[in-house]
């Protein structure tokens, strides 16, 4: 059973282009959430999704940011126009229904993104 | 609403040291409770975690945590420091209500000196 997957591992944009943060779940997992880690700091909470719906998203920036969960495929996280203050480690976790009696969720191994 | 806070965000012991990581949580339900590790430049790898069952849990690379809802603490512990354990600590929490949101800690970065 694979991990969860995120790609690319590292991605590089320019100012004002805009950045696609791929996560597929572990299989049988039917909720995904996304962080950011930034330099020298925890991991602060994003988003919140199952298939095609967004629970929470509170900890997303008001502007720019955006999440997505299709019926088919990886949930992506898309950044427009990036500015300097977008660099850092985006990590994706899964889990299944808490009825399932899976007690956790499973990490990514991140995406560091880097504006230049 | 739930959260995390870990007391020490530097942490330094000499190897072959106990090791202590502290953090202490917030939760209006029973929490699950989750200690992980971070080496650098990679992502998140499960130390630990308590899910309501044994009140002293343990996991790999011989940590262990104490879950004591009085004091609403969860440290972490490894009686003896190897180098290797030179990493980044995140402790977490979540309600387990419809998926497992969890909230992190600001991390505490352990030093093992040689």
């Known amino acids: 059973n694979a991990g969860v997957m995120q790609n690319p591992r590292h991605l590089v944009r320019r100012r004002g282009q805009e950045a696609r943060l791929r996560c597929s779940p572990m299989?049988?997992?039917?909720?995904v959430y996304w962080y950011r880690q930034l330099p020298e700091e925890g991991l602060k909470f994003m988003v919140y999704?199952?298939?095609?719906?967004?629970?929470?998203e509170s900890g997303m920036p008001k502007e720019r940011f955006s999440a997505e969960f299709p019926k088919e495929g990886p949930s992506i996280l898309r950044i427009q126009q990036v500015v300097r203050g977008d660099s850092a480690a985006y990590f994706c976790?899964?889990?299944?229904?808490?009825?399932?009696?899976?007690?956790?969720?499973?990490f990514g191994q991140g995406t560091r993104l880097t504006v230049v | 609403a739930q959260s995390v806070t870990q007391l020490g965000s530097h942490v330094s012991v000499s190897e072959g040291a106990l090791v202590l990581l502290r953090c202490n949580y917030s939760?209006?339900?029973?929490?699950?409770l989750f200690w992980y590790v971070q080496y650098p430049n990679q992502g998140l790898q499960l130390l630990l975690k308590?899910?309501?069952?044994?009140?002293l849990v343990k996991g790999i690379n011989g940590f262990e945590a104490e879950f004591k809802k009085s004091e609403t603490s969860f440290h972490l512990t490894k009686p003896s420091a190897h180098m290797s354990d030179a990493a980044e600590y995140f402790c977490?929490?979540?309600?387990?209500?419809?998926?497992?949101?969890?909230?992190f800690g600001a991390g505490t970065r352990l030093f093992v000196k040689a």
């Open positions: 976790a899964s889990s299944r229904d808490s009825d399932h009696g899976n007690t956790e969720a499973f």
């Open positions: 299989k049988g997992h039917s909720h």
């Open positions: 999704l199952q298939k095609e719906n967004i629970i929470d």
């Open positions: 939760s209006s339900v029973p929490p699950y």
């Open positions: 308590y899910t309501s069952a044994a009140t």
């Open positions: 977490a929490v979540s309600d387990g209500t419809g998926g497992f949101k969890t909230i």
